[in-house]
């Protein structure tokens, strides 16, 4: 189960850090994924992190801005946000693929899916 939060109202400009708690004692073992949705539009990969926290990949569209990151011990998975825009508005989705499957950027890929949180930025 994946419960994820951390969204909210926010300024241009301004920083936010989402987090996505999992239950389950093979967190270790999974490679997660953040997504999101705006209005009106697809689904889109946005990052993914390895089992250790040792590899990332970004979307063209976040690099530089956007870095997840993970904490094992705590069962979490981040996403910092900084430098937001007002097309950053979505709801953020965290996924995690099955134990042991390597790094995917397609939503199909991933098996288990949290919430979502809502983040809105404005202008």
């Known amino acids: 189960q994946l419960q994820a939060s951390g969204g909210g109202l926010v300024q241009a400009g301004g920083s936010l850090r989402l987090s996505c708690a999992a239950s389950?004692?093979?967190?270790?073992?999974?490679?997660m994924g953040w997504f999101r949705q705006a209005p009106g539009k697809e689904r889109e990969f946005v990052a993914a992190?390895?089992?250790?926290?040792?590899?990332?990949y970004y979307a063209n569209s976040v690099k530089g801005r956007f870095t997840v990151s993970r904490d094992n011990a705590k069962n979490t998975v981040y996403l910092q946000i900084d430098t937001l825009k007002p097309e950053d508005t979505a709801v953020y989705y965290c996924?995690?693929?099955?134990?042991?499957?390597?790094?995917?950027?397609?939503?199909?890929?991933?098996?288990?899916w949290g919430q979502g949180t809502l983040v809105t930025v404005s202008s």
């Open positions: 389950g004692r093979t967190f270790d073992s999974l490679y």
């Open positions: 996924a995690s693929r099955r134990p042991d499957e390597p790094l995917a950027i397609r939503e199909y890929e991933y098996s288990y």
């Open positions: 992190i390895s089992w250790s926290g040792g590899s990332t």
